[in-house]
C-alpha cells in the first residue's frame, strides 16, 4: 500500500511539473474558441474546481463548484462562444460572450443560480456559481494589461494592510456577521517585539485585510494612482468602509454611497530640482 501511495504521489509530482512547464509555454499567447482553460484565482491560488460529490447551495439540481489547490481534470474548462457569429479555432477577444464546458462533466457549463445566498453565508444576497446543463454567458473583461515595471505597484483589486507606522498597529474591522451594530473599525496595536518573534512579521490575521476597487465598480482595472477616486473593501465581511454622518469610520453594505469614496494621499512626495 504503501509503495502505491509514493508511485501516485511520484505520477502527481510530474504531472503538476508538466503542467506548469505548458503554463509558461502558453503564457502570453492568444486564447481560442475549443481551447482548454483553468480559472485560477490569483489571491489564493486555487482552482475552479467541479464537485462530483456536493450539490449546489441555492440550486440543489445543480453540483456545487469550490476553490481547491489541486491541479486536476475537475478544473478543466472547455472556452467556447454563447453565439455563432463565432467558431472554434477564432481568437477570444475582450467583450466577447463565452460559455464554459466542464471537461469533467462534459455538457454541462458554469452556470450563475438565479436564486441568491442565505443569510446564513458571509456572501449573503449574491447568487452563486454553480455547474448546471443550463449554460450562462461571461462577458471576457479586461482588467488588467501587465507591463514592464509594474510588479510593485498597487493595482486596482490588489489585496492590502493598512499599517500606522507611528502607532504600530493596523486597520481592521471586526465584530460579528450578523448584527452590523457590533463591527467595529479601528486600529490593532501590534508592537514589536524582539522576544516575540512573530511581531517582527507582518501580521496574518484576516481582519487586516482589505480590497481596493475602483469608483466605476469591480470590473474597472489597471493602476491605482494617488488621488484617485476608489473604495476599499473589507476582505471578511466584504462590506465597503464609510464615514457615517457623525464621522465615525464604519462599514457599509451599500457600494453606492457617496460616503464610502476615498482617495489616497501621498504623506511624503518626492520632488526633482533642476539647476
Not at 30 to 55: A, C, D, E, P, R
Not at 66 to 72: D, G, Q, T, W
Not at 169 to 193: K, Q, S, T, W
Amino acid at each position: 500500500m504503501a509503495s502505491d501511495l509514493a508511485l501516485w504521489q511520484i505520477a502527481a509530482d510530474a504531472e503538476n511539473e508538466d503542467n506548469g512547464l505548458e503554463q509558461v509555454r502558453q503564457t502570453g499567447k492568444k486564447v481560442v474558441y475549443g481551447q482548454i482553460i483553468q480559472l485560477k484565482n490569483v489571491f489564493t491560488g486555487k482552482y475552479i474546481h467541479v464537485s462530483t460529490t456536493k450539490t449546489s447551495v441555492t440550486e440543489s439540481n445543480n453540483m456545487a463548484v469550490e476553490l481547491h489547490p489541486i491541479n486536476a481534470k475537475h478544473c478543466q474548462f472547455k472556452i467556447m462562444p454563447r453565439y455563432k457569429v463565432k467558431s472554434e479555432g477564432d481568437v477570444v477577444q475582450v467583450d466577447d460572450q463565452v460559455v464554459l464546458e466542464s471537461i469533467k462533466s462534459p455538457g454541462s457549463f458554469l452556470h450563475v443560480s438565479k436564486g441568491v445566498l442565505g443569510i446564513a453565508s458571509v456572501y449573503s444576497k449574491c447568487f452563486e456559481l454553480n455547474i448546471s446543463v443550463q449554460q450562462t454567458g461571461f462577458t471576457v473583461i479586461r482588467k488588467y494589461k501587465p507591463a514592464t515595471g509594474d510588479e510593485e505597484k498597487i493595482k486596482l483589486g490588489d489585496i492590502i494592510r493598512f499599517y500606522h507606522k507611528e502607532m504600530e498597529a493596523y486597520l481592521v474591522a471586526e465584530g460579528l456577521f450578523d448584527d452590523i451594530l457590533l463591527e467595529d473599525v479601528h486600529l490593532r496595536m501590534r508592537p514589536l517585539d524582539p522576544a516575540v518573534p512573530k511581531t517582527l512579521n507582518p501580521s496574518s490575521s484576516a481582519i487586516t485585510y482589505w480590497q481596493i476597487e475602483s469608483q466605476e465598480g469591480p470590473t474597472a482595472g489597471g493602476l491605482l494612482k494617488w488621488e484617485q477616486q476608489c473604495r476599499i473593501i473589507h476582505m471578511c465581511t466584504r462590506k465597503y468602509l464609510s464615514v457615517d454622518t457623525n464621522g465615525k469610520v464604519t462599514l457599509t453594505s451599500d457600494h453606492l454611497d457617496p460616503r464610502n469614496v476615498f482617495r489616497l494621499h501621498p504623506v511624503i512626495r518626492k520632488y526633482i530640482f533642476t539647476d
